[in-house]
């Protein structure tokens, strides 16, 4: 069976070659295969969007971290890094308004 798949992706490759013109390197069919993962991730949400409008917002973040993995990794952990910050200030300010208040009320 391990030869039999092996010659079945030396088909595919020498007839993508001959659609091509040459032979691709490695890194040029492993770029290849990421972007067809990509395109048929991507085609398969298209088809979410169009079934299913209440995720659409869930869709469109979704499509943004296909598109752009790393850009969106960043805004991810800069977005969590502010959000934990600005709820231990709020969190702060809170208690020492309840305390205030409690100081003015006993």
């Given at each position: ?14 007839q993508r070659a001959k659609d091509q013109g040459r032979w691709l ?82």
């Amino acid at each position: 069976m391990l030869n039999h798949h092996s010659n079945n992706k030396l088909e595919r490759d020498f007839q993508r070659a001959k659609d091509q013109g040459r032979w691709l390197s490695d890194e040029e069919q492993k770029t290849l295969e990421q972007h067809q993962e990509i395109r048929s991730k991507l085609v398969v949400l298209t088809g979410v969007c169009i079934l299913l409008p209440p995720l659409w917002p869930f869709a469109f973040g979704l499509t943004l971290y296909l598109l752009f993995p790393k850009t969106i990794s960043r805004i991810g952990v800069v977005a969590t890094v502010v959000f934990l910050l600005s709820s231990l200030v709020i969190t702060g300010i809170l208690i020492f308004l309840f305390f205030g208040l409690f100081n003015i009320f006993f």
